[in-house]
């Protein structure tokens, strides 16, 4: 079929048939969609209505495309769909966006609570172990040569929902996944900054190895530092000195989240010198 104007709402099929597959585990993050012409084909609807679908589910966080031709052109998975909530936020953060500022310094706050709770939770003496297979399937799915540099990014930032996902904390899975749009978003905006994409990227997964390692070594403020470097490392790399400094505020919250207290007791004045 070529042309589905009498169907207008063609595309749900496609889109449904898509989500239908990831639900049932047939697709998983790093895999890749047919082409455009295999899916109008298998699914008897026009090519327009696959693009409408495959643009509504890279709006909603799914799937990334590219363009072109070869190995890395096409669609690939990059997430599972999730609940109505985090639909909504990744809709408003496609639609409207947040300040970048805003979301690294969220993203510094949430994402060094997570990888303390998941490494604590590693210990030996604690009654559960995070669950980290998906995470690790991300790391994985990675490592391809064939991979571009927007489709890293967006795996890159399935693999920070999926830890949340790890932590078990519906509040920050949701949150983590409505603010995913606009993370990739900045990091995308970011690869014109970077010279050596090569070298970046091989740093990041190295990187995503070391917090991962420090969760399961159950080293709590060593995972809390290394996400926190990894974050703010790649923004301070690919954004303006201003940004960089607006943003810069939570490390000290992040990497001291376990210190005590202050005493707020002012100390006593010195002794006047001697005349």
């Given amino acids: 079929m070529t042309d589905d104007a009498e169907s207008p709402r063609a595309w749900r099929a496609v889109l ?24 109008a084909v298998d699914l008897g609807v026009g090519r327009s209505s696959v693009r409408e679908a495959l643009r509504v589910l890279e709006v909603m966080g799914l799937i990334r495309t590219a363009s072109g031709s070869g190995p890395t052109a096409g669609a690939i998975i990059v997430a599972t769909p999730g609940g109505a909530m985090s639909a909504l936020m990744r809709l408003q953060v496609a639609a409207h966006g947040f300040p970048v500022a805003d979301i690294v ?6 994402e060094s609570a997570v990888a303390g709770e998941l490494a604590e939770s590693a210990a030996p003496a604690s009654a559960t172990s995070p669950d980290l297979t998906a995470a690790e399937r991300l790391l994985d799915a990675m490592d391809s040569p064939d991979l571009a540099a927007a489709e890293f990014l967006a795996l890159d930032a399935a693999f920070h929902l999926a830890l949340a996902e790890a932590s078990g904390n519906q509040v920050v899975t949701a949150t983590m996944a409505g603010l995913r749009s606009g993370i990739e978003g900045y990091a995308l905006d970011g690869l014109a900054r970077i010279d050596d994409w090569h070298a970046t990227s091989a740093r990041l997964r190295r990187e995503h190895r070391g917090v991962v390692d420090a969760i399961r070594a159950a080293d709590a403020a060593a995972a809390r530092t290394r996400i926190h470097d990894h974050i703010s490392g790649y923004y301070a790399e690919t954004s303006e000195p201003d940004a960089r400094t607006a943003a810069a505020a939570p490390h000290v919250a992040a990497a001291d989240a376990t210190s005590p207290e202050p005493d707020p007791t002012p100390a006593p004045a010195p002794a006047p010198a001697p005349v």
């Fill in 16 to 39: 449904e048939h898509i989500e239908r597959r990831l639900l049932d585990g047939d697709l998983l993050p790093g895999d890749r969609l047919p082409g455009e012409r295999a899916l």
């Fill in 105 to 110: 310094r969220t993203r510094l706050i949430l």
